[in-house]
């Protein structure tokens, strides 16, 4: 990232466009949703379209409320190309345990619109989505600077 977060700013100095253009932006997509689509033993999870620019560096997070009574993958995908995998396995009953199955992605992706989404697979036992409309599944992309 081009930022040097230990620069010491002195007094008087000129904060130009350039260095303005270094920040992260912040949030810049955000979706969310109290229920999934299953089909067959894959989840399809959230996804969004958004236009990504050249020379940013962006995090992609999710938070997904999920009861499993076996192993999952959870998958990021960006412009149908898989960029993170998390493996977790949990072998309970449906009442007693409930994965909150987090994941992030930190990365340059070229530029262009591109649909980013989150899928989880079953690998053994069963998945079910848990997601209410206080506790939805969210998809958060962040621009945090140049890369």
Same mark, same amino acid.
């Given at each position: 990232?081009?930022?040097?977060?230990?620069? !010491?700013?002195?007094?008087?100095?000129?904060?130009?466009?350039?260095?303005?253009?270094?920040?992260?932006?912040?949030?810049?997509?955000? /979706?969310?949703?109290?229920?999934?689509?299953?089909?067959?033993?894959?989840?399809?999870?959230?996804?969004?379209? @958004?236009? +990504?620019?050249?020379?940013? /560096? @962006?995090? %992609?997070?999710?938070?997904?409320? $999920?009861?499993?009574?076996?192993? %999952?993958?959870?998958?990021?995908?960006?412009?149908?190309?898989?960029?993170?995998?998390?493996?977790?396995?949990?072998?309970?009953?449906? =009442?007693? =345990? @409930?994965? =909150?199955?987090?994941? +992030? $992605?930190?990365?340059?992706?070229?530029?262009?619109?591109?649909?980013?989404? %989150?899928?989880?697979?079953?690998?053994?036992?069963?998945?079910?989505?848990?997601?209410?409309? !206080?506790?939805? =599944?969210?998809?958060?992309?962040?621009? %945090?600077?140049?890369?």
């Amino acid at each position: 990232m081009a930022i040097t977060p230990n620069s !010491t700013f002195v007094s008087g100095a000129v904060l130009t466009a350039v260095q303005q253009n270094n920040f992260g932006r912040g949030v810049v997509a955000l /979706t969310s949703n109290a229920t999934q689509t299953i089909t067959a033993s894959v989840l399809v999870g959230l996804n969004t379209t @958004y236009t +990504f620019e050249a020379g940013r /560096t @962006y995090k %992609i997070s999710t938070a997904n409320v $999920w009861g499993i009574t076996g192993d %999952i993958i959870l998958s990021i995908g960006v412009g149908g190309v898989q960029v993170q995998r998390y493996f977790d396995s949990r072998f309970a009953t449906r =009442n007693s =345990n @409930y994965l =909150n199955a987090s994941g +992030f $992605w930190v990365g340059s992706v070229a530029a262009g619109s591109k649909t980013v989404d %989150i899928s989880v697979t079953t690998l053994s036992g069963v998945t079910f989505n848990d997601a209410t409309a !206080t506790e939805p =599944n969210q998809l958060i992309i962040e621009d %945090i600077g140049t890369a």
